[in-house]
């Protein structure tokens, strides 16, 4: 007699999805949320989870950041339909802010990575 066994990380799509004004690239984009497990499994059935995180995720630019544990249980169970505003941008959208710089030449606005302007060439100060 023999046992199939083993251990692996899976992902669930939670049933949430929000639309908002994205804060890293600007664009609007859906909020999803999705569950981040360990299992361990019996002839290939999943018998066990344990270790689940929450993380809500951007369609349109994929910008990840992790939730609260108890945020993502109510999220999971249905209690919480629509994530606050006064959660969005204190802890999503300030951890994808990226200090940008305007061109003095041609106003063209760009990440701070940058020695010469993409637009017209000139140096950024």
Not at 66 to 79: N, T, V
Request: net charge neutral.
């Amino acid at each position: 007699m023999f046992f199939i066994m083993g251990v692996s990380q899976g992902e669930k799509k939670l049933d949430f999805d929000q639309l908002v004004i994205c804060g890293h690239c600007g664009r609007y984009g859906h909020l999803n949320v999705y569950m981040v497990y360990s299992y361990l499994s019996l002839f290939f059935i999943p018998v066990f989870k344990w270790g689940r995180r929450y993380y809500v995720r951007t369609s349109c630019c994929d910008t990840t950041v992790e939730l609260d544990g108890e945020l993502g249980r109510q999220i999971a169970s249905g209690q919480i339909t629509r994530l606050p505003e006064d959660v969005i941008p204190q802890r999503f959208f300030d951890q994808a802010q990226k200090e940008k710089h305007r061109c003095g030449a041609c106003g063209f606005e760009t990440e701070a990575d940058f020695q010469f302007c993409p637009k017209c060439g000139a140096k950024l100060q």
